[in-house]
């Protein structure tokens, strides 16, 4: 006698793809990646823009505090089909905690990246375009 064990993938962050859904409705992210610099050079980026902004905030939602726990929720498969991308992709996955982390640290924390979430946020995911007034990073004006 042979027993095979197919195992199912389960995720214990499924609330999250309503999230997801909420979060392309409203075009937030899209919005995010759009408006954001990428500061990358050369042809080492594994991810693009939208999904590594969209790990890091999906990420936060349930609790994670950082991004240490993105070794296990890049295995996730709510969370593969939430990033998108590449991790969509056969034998892809999304970012690890060290891609994670510099993008959070390098990359978003840069002064034009801050000074642009500091304006959306000021001024409401629709108006950010328009704004006349750009907030200060550090107290120093902006421009």
Known sequence: MTLTVVGSKVTSDA??????????????????????EDSRTGRN????????????????????ENVNDAERLCIDEAMRHIVGGRANQPEKMPASSSELGRFETEMLASRR???TLLSHAHNGPNVASNCTRTPSVDGMAAG
């Not at 409203?26 to 919005?31: D, S």
């Not at 980026?45 to 994670?64: C, D, E, N, V």
């Open 45 to 64: 980026t594994r991810h693009t823009l939208l999904p590594l902004i969209r790990q890091l905030i999906h990420s936060r939602l349930p609790g994670y």
């Open 113 to 115: 990246n801050l000074t």
């Open 15 to 36: 609330g999250l793809l309503a999230y997801r859904e909420l979060d392309e409705a409203l075009g937030l992210t899209a919005t995010a990646g759009k408006r954001l």
